[in-house]
């Protein structure tokens, strides 16, 4: 194994090496989601590790989703994190929910007390956190902590009946004020919270705490092989002191990887939900947004995703990867899937005044040059057509190839143009462009007689269809500067367009996906998107500077 390869296979390593020495009959992996937000690209990092990992040894994975928080979780969560899971095309083993457990985790705590590794406290969190210590200082023992085993055994009951109010106690684990690890001095595993939970309702008013259940499912479940990201590696003495403590015959090994940092991305729940609130973004599936819904309504596909997933596989310390590398996946995978056609998005009229008023010609084109197996297109092309904007100066600079006055460009797939003159309105804008057409020159004709060095595209203007564009740029731009990550929020992150489509595109659908000439790869957006009107998202630009 190459030094590369034990980087980004480190935790396949790992699992081999079980699998060989016997360890386990049976890879178990799972993806354990918090139901309190949508997944982002991170998610997905994990969700393909965990599941193509069990798959690769014959395994299963379990989709689980930690609720032990009734604030802040909620069922379209949940549906969005499914939905999310199955677009990505994987199926879990088995659906399970850690509220299913509450009843075996209140059986292991009490197990904890009775054996005096747990204790009831009086302490206010903030009291908790003082008496902790510090990275060098040992923690303080609680008075609490001498308690008898027949009284928190009371208080604890007394916790789950609903007599304390919220916050009021909580229920520790026992075992080294003096630990170097700040997380084995006497961790918080239950508190009190008065708030109806989602699958349980108003059954228990007692919570365990994250660090308390994960371990218990992991156990439940028989995971053998529990990845996590490398904020738990200091969690882990905690995470495996639960498992010696219970009674069921498991033994999972958590393993922690580097999380995805990505450039010009936030990868926080808690900041993807204040773009929400504040109105920087219109929704978790905005198409500027990190989420796995909001990729896939900007048009990002599933095989892209999971192809810039593997590639940069799992590594043992945090780097940063560029996110050009993810839309270089992107255009990858798309390349000899998506239809090339033309679009123009600021449109200018031009008329061809040597062209035959009222006669359409039909062009042939091919659907996509680097995939012919999807056939050829028909083009009108008629004395009255729609260019960009851009593609007409009055007065251009030097090396501008475009169209100008006295110039010649070639049309893509029909011929010559040569501007003789234009004309502007009472605001000096110019509004409509004249040029005549050379018949010789008819693309895929032979044409020799002479070179232009600028091709056009266009929509011809009697039958193009309406459509509105919009432009996506980085919702967050790393080089701007500011305390709060707020002030790196671009606000010039989208851009809406209307402009024209060729025929052929009338009957598009969400979620269709074409290659723009020049433009750009575009998706029909899945929600706003009409009949009358489509609306295109664009996904990626054509080209990058980043090479692979």
Same mark, same amino acid.
């Given at each position: 194994m190459t030094e590369q390869e034990s980087s980004s296979n480190f935790i396949k390593h790992i699992v081999k090496e079980d699998m060989k020495n016997g360890r386990y009959d049976e890879v178990v992996t799972r993806f354990p989601p918090e139901p309190n937000g949508y997944l982002h690209i991170g998610h997905a990092k994990s969700i393909v590790l965990n599941f193509e990992l069990a798959e690769e040894f014959g395994g299963r994975t379990n989709l689980r989703f930690d609720d032990t928080n009734p604030l802040k979780e909620d069922e379209e969560f949940i549906a969005s994190i499914k939905e999310d899971i199955?677009?990505?095309?994987?199926?879990?083993? $088995?659906?399970?929910? %850690?509220?299913?457990?509450?009843?075996e985790m209140y059986r292991q705590a009490v197990r904890l007390i009775e054996q005096g590794k747990a204790y009831v406290e009086d302490l206010s969190q903030e009291e908790i956190r003082a008496y902790r210590g510090?990275?060098?200082?040992?923690?303080?023992?609680?008075?609490?902590?001498?308690?008898?085993?027949? +009284?928190?055994?009371?208080?604890?009951?007394?916790?789950k009946r609903g007599e304390f109010a919220t916050? +009021?106690? !909580?229920?520790? %684990?026992?075992?080294?004020?003096?630990?170097?690890?700040?997380? @084995?001095?006497?961790?918080?595993?239950?508190?009190?919270?008065? %708030?109806?939970?989602?699958?349980?309702?108003?059954?228990?008013? *007692?919570?365990?705490?994250?660090?308390?259940?994960?371990?218990? +499912?992991?156990? *439940?479940e028989g995971v053998t092989h529990s990845i996590c990201t490398l904020e738990f590696e200091d969690q882990r003495p905690f995470y495996d002191w639960v498992i010696e403590q219970t009674d069921i015959a498991a033994e999972p090994k958590q393993i922690e990887f580097a999380r995805l940092n990505l450039t010009n991305t936030v990868m926080s729940k808690r900041k993807l939900k204040q773009l929400i609130d504040e109105d920087y973004a219109d929704g978790w599936d905005?198409?500027?947004?990190?989420?796995?819904?909001?990729?896939?309504?900007?048009?990002?596909?599933p095989e892209a995703i999971k192809a810039f997933c593997r590639e940069i596989g799992v590594a043992k310390s945090d780097?940063?990867?560029?996110?050009?590398?993810?839309?270089?996946?992107?255009? $990858?995978?798309?390349?000899?899937?998506?239809?090339?056609? @033309?679009?123009?998005?600021?449109?200018l009229k031009v008329v061809i005044t040597n062209w035959p008023e009222g006669e359409i010609e039909w062009l042939d084109a091919e659907i996509n040059p680097e995939n012919?197996?999807?056939?050829?297109?028909?083009?009108?092309?008629?004395?009255?057509?729609?260019? $960009?904007?851009?593609?007409?100066?009055?007065?251009?600079?030097?090396?501008?190839?475009?169209?100008?006055?006295?110039?010649?460009?070639?049309?893509?797939h029909a011929y010559f143009i040569h501007c003789h003159d234009y004309v502007k309105d009472e605001n000096g804008d110019i509004t409509e462009i004249h040029c005549t057409y050379d018949p010789e020159t008819k693309s895929g004709s032979g044409f020799t007689g002479r070179k232009v060095k600028g091709t056009l595209h266009f929509v011809e203007a009697s039958?193009?269809?309406?459509?509105?564009?919009?432009?996506?740029?980085?919702?967050?731009?790393?080089?701007?500067?500011?305390?709060?990550?707020?002030?790196? !929020?671009?606000?010039?992150?989208?851009?809406?367009?209307d402009?024209?489509? +060729?025929?052929?595109?009338a009957d598009v659908k969400p979620h269709d996906k074409f290659q723009f000439f020049r433009h750009g790869y575009f998706n029909v957006d899945p929600y706003i998107s009409n009949k009358d009107k489509p609306v295109f998202n664009r996904i990626v630009e054509l080209k990058s500077s980043f090479k692979l």
């Open positions: 199955e677009w990505l095309g994987y199926e879990w083993s $088995e659906l399970r929910f %850690a509220s299913d457990y509450f009843d510090t990275l060098k200082e040992a923690g303080t023992e609680s008075p609490s902590r001498s308690r008898t085993v027949e +009284e928190n055994l009371q208080l604890f009951e007394k916790m916050g +009021e106690k !909580v229920l520790r %684990a026992k075992i080294d004020m003096a630990s170097p690890n700040i997380n @084995m001095r006497d961790p918080v595993i239950y508190r009190i919270q008065h %708030a109806t939970h989602h699958n349980t309702g108003d059954t228990w008013c *007692i919570y365990p705490m994250y660090t308390f259940a994960h371990p218990l +499912e992991d156990a *439940i905005d198409p500027r947004m990190p989420t796995i819904s909001g990729l896939r309504r900007r048009g990002y596909t780097n940063l990867v560029d996110v050009r590398m993810l839309e270089h996946f992107v255009r $990858e995978d798309l390349k000899l899937k998506a239809p090339r056609t @033309m679009a123009v998005l600021k449109p012919p197996e999807m056939g050829t297109r028909k083009i009108p092309f008629s004395r009255e057509i729609y260019i $960009e904007q851009s593609d007409f100066m009055e007065d251009p600079p030097k090396k501008y190839f475009r169209l100008f006055p006295d110039n010649e460009v070639r049309l893509k039958q193009a269809k309406a459509a509105e564009f919009r432009l996506y740029n980085r919702l967050i731009d790393d080089e701007k500067s500011g305390d709060d990550f707020l002030d790196f !929020v671009n606000p010039d992150s989208l851009e809406v367009t402009g024209f489509i +060729e025929p052929n595109m």
